[in-house]
C-alpha cells in the first residue's frame, strides 16, 4: 500500500475492527416471514472528522508530539515510517517537489498536502490544520 494510503486507512478507519466478523448463515425468508428492513450503510469518510481522530489518537499515546504542523511527528502518531526515505516517497507520491528532501520547505509542503488530499478523499480537515 502507499505511503498516503497508509495514512489514510489509519484515520479514516481507526475505530473499524481489523477485520469484521462474518454473520452466521441464515436461512431465506419464506413467504410467510416478515423480512426486516436492510441495515443502515457504515459512516462514509466523508463523516471522517480527521482533527478529532488525530486528537485523540494523541491523547491515548500521551501527546502526540507537534503532528498538527510537523509531518515527522503525524507519521510518527501514526506508527508510520518517517525516515527522510519514507518523507520523499511520500513527496513522489503526493507530487510534492518543494526544497530539498528532508528540509524544512519540503516537510512544511509534504503536511500541506497529506492535509489537501485528506480533504480530497472526503475527510473534514479544518482551515486551520490546512494554513
Known amino acids: 500500500m502507499s505511503i498516503f494510503g497508509n495514512i489514510l486507512n489509519k484515520i479514516f478507519h481507526r475505530n473499524q475492527p481489523a477485520q469484521a466478523p462474518r454473520p452466521a448463515p441464515q436461512a431465506a425468508p419464506t413467504p410467510t416471514t416478515p423480512t426486516t428492513a436492510a441495515a443502515p450503510a457504515p459512516a462514509t469518510s466523508a463523516s471522517v472528522d480527521v482533527e478529532a481522530v488525530l486528537t ?48 524544512a520547505e519540503q516537510n512544511i509542503a509534504l503536511q500541506k498536502a497529506v492535509w489537501a488530499k ?14
Do not use: C, F, M, Y
Request: glycine letters at 16%.
Open 56 to 103: 485523540e489518537l494523541a491523547t491515548q499515546k500521551g501527546g502526540g508530539g507537534n503532528w498538527r504542523t510537523s509531518i515527522v511527528d503525524l507519521l510518527k502518531l501514526l506508527d508510520l515510517d518517517s525516515s527522510l526515505q519514507a518523507r520523499a516517497a511520500l513527496g513522489q507520491e503526493l507530487g510534492v517537489h518543494a526544497g530539498a528532501d528532508g528540509s
Open 118 to 131: 485528506l480533504a480530497e478523499n472526503g475527510g473534514h480537515v479544518p482551515a486551520t490544520l490546512r494554513d
